[in-house]
């Protein structure tokens, strides 16, 4: 699993620079409720994200040891994606920021079910 070094003195900011930017907490949020996630289901849960984008943050999160990838060589093609280890260990967290969202009303228009632990 790589090692993100973290660039100032805040131990946080090397994981918050992985985990922010438009779509990525979200996909990561959508990707806890499942155990694994086909790339055309997960396209559909975030909902008016490009497929180049979606392609890219989750190359982001593969590379930050947070998301696997599983390539079988089908026709067609079957990818899906589910959390690494690492990446359930954010599962509490996300189900913290939701809370806080809806609290606040900043939920939008996007669907906050409840996170569900798997494994």
């Known amino acids: 699993m790589p090692k993100v070094k973290a660039t100032s003195s805040c ?7 992985i985990i922010s930017g438009p779509w990525t907490t979200y ?6 409720n499942r155990e694994t996630v086909r790339f055309g289901e997960l396209k559909r849960d975030v909902a008016g994200i ?7 943050r989750l190359r982001k999160l593969e590379d930050a040891g947070l998301v696997h990838r599983d390539y079988q060589s089908t026709i067609p093609p079957q ?9 359930a260990e954010l599962r509490d967290i996300l189900n913290e920021l939701s809370e ?3 609290k606040w009303g900043m939920a939008g228009p996007c669907e906050t ?6 494994g």
Do not use: C, F, H
Not at 50 to 56: A, D, G, Q, W, Y
Not at 79 to 86: A, E, Q
């Open 11 to 17: 131990p946080m900011d090397g994981l918050l620079r």
């Open 27 to 32: 996909i990561l949020w959508r990707l806890a």
């Open 50 to 56: 490009s497929s180049r984008v979606l392609t890219e």
């Open 79 to 87: 990818v899906s994606y589910s959390l690494t280890p690492r990446g």
């Open 100 to 102: 806080v969202a809806q």
């Open 113 to 118: 079910a409840p996170l569900q632990k798997t």
